[in-house]
């Protein structure tokens, strides 16, 4: 089936540190992918997406690259601040009624 | 604009209870949501509304959940009767359109089944 894989665990980083965060899926077609982040005491909200294959999302500082040959959607921002602090979901959506399936997401925790 | 609000936010029940929850999209969102997010992993869609119509039901467990639209704006869940793996966090999405790349989400309802 459809599914997404993100890199098990929370981040914790210091302040203007280099964060990534991987995201691997599986998928029967060419799906549009996405991450979505959530704030503490906030609803989920879209980061960035790319709707095929080397598009490159960005916002906020954060870039992720849609790469076919690898199924890899891993996201990166330079320099994070304490604000970054959040939880961030891959997720895809394979067809016209933009169904997502979200992977486990990630907690990044970041320190001054 | 105002967003995707949802009722109540928190939630206690003993098995085998019934329970509502209530969501008001953002207005003029032909589109809604109700994903199911289970502690320590991401969403899973139980039900798709395009107005006050089904798209997709396919992952909700209809012997114990059910959904309506009515009027294609508010929506409710309901479950009945609860078991303790349905405690987790039931969030309502909204979009412009069906297709629509972003979701508009809700703060959740937490529910916790003892």
């Known amino acids: ?19 990534t965060i991987n995201c691997t899926y599986t998928a029967t077609g060419y799906p549009s992918l996405f991450w979505y982040v959530q704030y503490p005491g906030e609803g989920l909200q879209l980061l960035l997406k790319a709707t095929k294959a080397d598009d490159k999302g960005s916002n906020k500082g954060f870039e992720a690259t849609y790469r076919k040959e690898t199924t890899s959607f891993h996201l990166e921002k330079g320099s994070v601040q304490v604000s970054d602090s959040a939880v961030y979901f891959c997720a895809l959506s394979l067809d016209g009624n933009n169904r997502l399936a979200f992977g486990k997401g990630n907690q990044v925790v970041v320190i001054p | 604009e105002a967003g995707v609000a949802q009722s109540p936010r928190y939630k206690i029940i003993e098995k085998r209870q ?37 798209v997709d039901d396919s992952q909700l467990p209809k012997d114990r959940f059910s959904a309506e639209r009515l009027k294609g704006v508010d929506s409710t869940l309901k479950i009945q009767p609860a078991k303790l793996e349905d405690s987790a966090v039931y969030l309502c999405a909204s979009s412009t359109r069906q297709g629509a790349y972003e979701q508009y989400f809700g703060p959740g309802t937490r529910l916790t089944v003892t």
């Open chain 1, 1 to 19: 089936g459809n599914s997404v894989t993100q890199m098990e665990g929370p981040v914790t980083l210091s302040e203007e540190a280099f964060l």
């Open chain 2, 18 to 54: 019934s329970v509502a929850f209530w969501c008001n999209p953002i207005s003029g969102h032909a589109t809604l949501y109700w994903y199911q997010q289970i502690l320590g992993q991401g969403p899973k869609l139980l039900i798709q509304f395009q107005n006050n119509g089904v």
